[in-house]
Each structure stands twice: as structure tokens, then as C-alpha cells.
């Protein structure tokens, strides 16, 4: 069962980054902001424009893995990370060696900052999940009106955490 929780967390972190890409391309296409689909685009402007999504779609599938992982979100978005590097690879190969789609270093680009992007967003999430439970030890403790006690921060947030904590309260 945890592997099938695993594998759908990846599968919707990265299909979750191309809905959203395509979908965006479409809109931009139909309002007429992007050439029909299937002429070249050497506007470079369009072309940052669609580099600037992709990174947060890309970054929002990081953070979606890592919420869906059963265990060991990192490891998840590393594996969404790769993924998305191969495939933007592949592109990248195929729009430099096979036809003309606009500028070479679009999707050179799109490779590139799939990894760094799906990890940034598994460490967001990772932020974000740390520090709801720090939030959630706090107002447990603040309605018992007594501090947080090191042991309690130190096993969920470890050493260093702790010594802030006794430090702020």
C-alpha cells in the first residue's frame, strides 16, 4: 500500500506541474498573448513569461509531492526533481536537434531548474508542516499556561531547535 501512496504522490506532484503549464499555455494562446500553437516563439519576453510559471508550477509540484508522500517527502520530490530534469532533458535535445521551437536556452533552461524548483518546493512544504507542529506544541502548552518543555521540541524538532526555544520563551 505505501508504495502505491508513493508512487501517486509523485504522479500528481508532476502531472499537477504540466496541467497547470499546458493549461496556462492555452489560456495565453486563446487571449492571443502566445503564436498559434505550433509556430516558433522567439519572443523572448513570452519566452521568460513561460519560464516564470513553469517555475512556480514546478515549485508548487515539489510542495504537492511532499504533502502526498507517506513517508519521507524529500526522498519524494528528489524522485519529482529527476523526473522532471530527464524530461526537460529530453525536450531540450529534442527542440535543439530536431526542429525549430524559438530560442535554445528556453528549454535548456526548463531543464535545468526542474531539480533545484521540485526540491525548493519540498522544503517549503517542509517549513511550512515544521512549523504548524511547533504552533500546535505551543498553544497545547500555552493553554496548560506552562513553557514548552525542551524534551517535547527536542523530539520533534531536534537539538538546535530546542535551545531556541529556551532561549524565546
Not at 508512487?7 to 502531472?15: D, N
Not at 499556561?145 to 524538532?157: G, L, R, S, T
Amino acid at each position: 500500500m505505501r508504495i502505491l501512496r508513493s508512487t501517486m504522490a509523485v504522479f500528481v506532484g508532476f502531472i499537477s506541474v504540466a496541467v497547470l503549464s499546458l493549461g496556462t499555455d492555452q489560456v495565453l494562446h486563446v487571449l492571443e498573448i502566445y503564436p498559434p500553437w505550433g509556430t516558433p516563439m522567439h519572443d523572448p519576453s513570452l519566452n521568460v513569461l513561460a519560464l516564470s510559471y513553469r517555475i512556480i508550477y514546478t515549485i508548487l509540484g515539489g510542495s504537492i509531492t511532499a504533502s502526498l508522500a507517506p513517508h519521507a517527502p524529500m526522498r519524494h520530490v528528489i524522485v519529482v526533481g529527476i523526473i522532471g530534469f530527464v524530461a526537460g532533458s529530453a525536450g531540450a535535445i529534442t527542440a535543439i536537434t530536431v526542429a525549430d521551437l524559438g530560442p535554445v536556452w528556453y528549454p535548456i533552461a526548463l531543464a535545468l531548474t526542474a531539480f533545484p524548483c521540485a526540491w525548493l518546493g519540498g522544503v517549503l512544504h517542509g517549513v511550512r508542516h515544521r512549523s504548524a507542529r511547533l504552533t500546535n506544541i505551543r498553544n497545547s502548552q500555552v493553554l496548560n499556561d506552562d513553557p514548552v518543555p525542551a524534551e517535547n521540541v527536542v523530539a520533534h524538532f531536534g537539538p538546535a531547535t530546542a535551545r531556541s526555544e529556551r532561549t524565546s520563551l
